[in-house]
């Protein structure tokens, strides 16, 4: 059965400090990894990642795939109260177009 | 250029009712998914639809639960005869093609209550 395992589950740390947030897979026709990020609201885009040992990086945050280990990970550095959110990552299967959610990350960043 | 809507964005019924959650994907998206989330869960696929036809609604409870998308209009995700268990935000993503190549962008979901 397909899945997707995010760890830790939840995460405090204080502003200005770099955080690490883990995402392993086991995906069906494996395609693509993608990051999300929610507040209180819809989650919002962050990542899309398809190739393995490429950083994509957006201001603070980046990520990159191991598809031989078939794992991810999402870095956010010089984190501020605002990165405060649930980090979810989703596999997505080439032999269908369901996405595969993981439980999420809950990040909280203290001032 | 709207994102993609929902509405209502809070929906309360009682035990035995109808909800009918509604979503307008983005402009040009002409690929909808629900999704259902649990408190302290992930999202859980529901249904994918295609305007006019259901393209796959394997997660989707097969009572009480139906979808359309139809030809003018929302997207409608239709419970009847709610339980305490369906209490749930239920969200709504579009893409412009089919999913795993074109990342789905999210409504702000509708948190349904059931009394």
């Known amino acids: 059965e397909d899945k997707v395992v995010q760890s830790p589950l939840s995460l405090v740390v204080h502003e200005g400090d770099t955080v690490t947030l883990n995402c392993s897979y086991e995906?069906?026709?494996?395609?693509?990894l993608l990051w999300y990020k929610q507040e209180k609201k819809a989650p919002t885009f962050l990542f899309m990642l398809t190739s393995s040992g490429i950083e994509k990086k957006s201001g603070r945050l980046s990520s990159i795939l191991d598809k031989k280990e078939l794992f991810s990970i999402l870095n956010i550095t010089a984190t501020q109260t605002g990165d405060s959110a649930i980090y979810l990552c989703a596999g997505a299967s080439g032999s269908n177009y369901q996405l595969i959610w993981g439980a999420g990350t809950k990040l909280i960043i203290k001032p | 250029n709207a994102g993609v809507m929902q509405n209502p964005r809070h929906l309360v019924r009682r035990r035995g009712q109808e909800a009918r959650l509604r979503c307008s994907p983005m402009k040009g998206h002409s690929h909808v998914y629900w999704y259902r989330q649990l408190p302290e869960e992930g999202l859980k696929f529901m249904v994918y639809l295609q305007k006019e036809n259901i393209i796959d609604e394997s997660g989707m409870p097969k009572e009480r639960f139906s979808a359309e998308f139809p030809k003018e209009g929302p997207s409608i995700l239709r419970i009847q005869q709610v339980v305490r268990g369906d209490s749930a935000a239920y969200f709504c993503?579009?893409?412009?093609?089919?999913?795993?190549?074109?990342?789905?962008?999210f409504g702000p979901g509708t948190r349904l209550t059931v009394l």
């Open positions: 993503a579009s893409s412009p093609g089919q999913g795993a190549l074109n990342e789905q962008f």
């Open positions: 995906v069906t026709n494996f395609r693509s």
